[in-house]
């Protein structure tokens, strides 16, 4: 079966696939100056997505336009550059392929998020908040829904793109997540394919395309070689679990054996599995748009022409929009940007000095646009981690090979194989390559130092960076097997020995693919029960600036401040540790929810009133959640607040007459 989705939901999805199919018809020039080579719809579709969600941040970040009322500007902006660049050779055919491809690994995408569809579980509440505050908001930031009263200080450019496409498709916050992790994982698919190809289209056109067509597969459903070993070899495997389960792959150093240094080693497959709508996997199209633009430049700079001053302003805008979405990829980016530099400047040039001049003049205008592109983010956002310092422990070399074995023989095969007169070909790979070994061994001996005790110190960096890397090893290892396959005979032969263990890495498909049968409604909130009507009755309320509700806090990842996740709706704390991790400081986080619990169960009018008045608290939620988060809770005194707005199965909402506290 093919599964379904209800005519209105079909229709949401319909809505958003024609928006972005006409952004990457109107992006389609832009995108072949960016990225020369191909029919330039898969750069397009990349580049539309991008453009359409971070147009209207923009301009309410800028305070020009509010931000709902902005949503089709980045639409107009891509038509407007079309008509600026001019017409483009026609390649209607391929732009139907590409369509086509995108609609069906989206309809993929849908199963792997709908066969687990309810938004709860890790980080979905987090991420849910952030998309759903984003989409209540006029300007940006928004409200934070955890932190009644201030705006966000967290790394949430990515949701609020994620919420432009739902204002522009008209689609509600809710079926929004889902729609967007299903895109985000056709239009990974597509990038892995357009870079693998790219990477090795120099070495025969259809062996890329089918290299290509293996990245995608394994971008979206295979593991890491731990998923080998501890699938297909357990019994003779050190393991201290009974049974392989899907998360062991990104649980294993410091988890199996135990061990006092922990760690995470994520790949996309893993967080398409989840569901997640976290930075890092919103980042992933947009990273992979940069990679493209990254290896276009380093092209040209090999052929000797000059550089090409959009493409250098492109990369400045990436990494600008990488600064307000993830972070982290800055620095990966930047990385592999550094090691195009280095290549380009050590080329033999006619005239050297003109040559460094146009290489120094891309670099600054990339650094300012950059700027540019983060201020309005930076501007609002104050940095909780605490500095880079050395790594207080390193990884045992038989657990590094156990995650990332399987890509050597292919690296072997290619230095083994590098030939002087096909250089230019090969450097390309071998950047991505060296960019993937240089962010694995980096958690060995710096971290970004947080909140987290040193049982966990290194686990943030190494999963941001190693899931970066991950990605790369899929690309760059893929392509690395071109040159062998192109020389055929015995290096054919042992091109495909060494892909075997790439290969293998999808016997982790089975622990998380999703049947295409799963896809019956876009609903996540299912996981809510009897409360859902107390939910959608908070999401129906209209507060007035500066209002906020009052409902339970607890630990992360836990059942508490569903109702603000689930809405946007500021509370007065969602989860501490969270909050806690965004501004530094537990105190003022902790403050909050020991101020939550004195009003659920306090004896004291007089207490419950100043913490009223203390955070402008207009709606109170009695849930089951409160009742099971304080079996204390003193409904009596709690009902004598105001009226009764809402009252079901799931609890009841109360609106505060605040004139009795003020």
Known sequence: MIGSLPPTELAMVLRTLVVLTLGAWAARPLALRLVPGGTGWVAALLLAWAVIGWVPWALAALGVTPFDA??????????????????????????????????????????????????????????????????????????????????????????????????VAGVPPAETYQITMAMLFALTGLASWRLTVALAAGFGIQVARVLGAAAAL?????????????????????????????????????????????????????????????????ATPIFLFGLMVVLAI?????????????????????LGLCAAINAWDVAVLGLIALIVVLVLAVQKSPAPAAWLDRLGEAIILTLAVAFVTAAPFLGNFTPFASGIEAAPARTPLWQLLVLYAHVLPAVVLFVLGWRGTSTGKQLAIAMVLVAALILIALPEAVIVRDIYGLDFARANTMFKLTFRAQSLLVIGGLAALAPAIAR?????????????????????????????????????????????????????????????????????????ARVSAMTGFPTVIGWAGHEWLWRGDGAAANSRAARVRTFYTTDSDAERCAIIRRFNIRYAILGQVEQRTYPDLNTKRLLGLGAVLYDGAGGKILRIAQERCF
């Open 70 to 167: 902005a949503a089709p500007a980045g639409l107009i902006g891509l038509m407007a550059a079309r008509v600026w660049l001019g017409p483009v050779p026609n390649a209607g055919k391929e732009g139907l392929v590409a369509i086509t491809a995108l609609t069906v690994l989206f309809w993929f995408g849908m199963a792997q998020r709908l066969g687990l569809a309810d938004l709860t579980g890790l980080e979905k509440f987090t991420d849910m908040g952030l998309l759903a505050a984003a989409m209540r908001a006029e300007w940006m930031p928004p409200q934070d829904a955890w932190y009644a009263g201030a705006s966000v200080n967290y790394y949430y450019v990515g949701q609020a793109m994620a919420a432009s496409w739902g204002n």
């Open 218 to 282: 394994l971008m979206l459903y295979g593991g890491n070689f731990h998923s080998i070993l501890y699938t297909l070899f357990r019994g003779v495997m050190p393991a201290t679990n009974e049974a392989f389960y899907y998360p062991d792959s990104t649980r294993f150093i410091g988890f199996d054996p135990p061990g006092a240094d922990k760690a995470f080693t994520e790949f996309p497959a893993y967080a398409f599995a989840v569901g997640d709508l976290h930075a890092h996997v919103i």
């Open 298 to 318: 380093l092209w040209r700079g090999l052929l000797q022409e000059a550089s090409d001053r959009i493409q250098a302003a492109a990369l400045g805008w990436v």
């Open 488 to 560: 055929g005979g015995v290096w054919f032969a042992v091109a495909l020995v060494a892909a075997a263990p790439m290969v293998a890495t999808l016997a982790y498909a089975p622990h998380i693919y999703q049947p295409l049968s799963v896809i019956r409604s876009l609903d996540g909130l299912g996981f809510l029960g009897d409360e859902r009507a107390l939910v959608e009755a908070v999401g129906q309320l209209d507060p007035a600036p500066g209002e906020t509700l009052i409902e339970a806090s607890g630990d992360a990842f836990g059942e508490t």
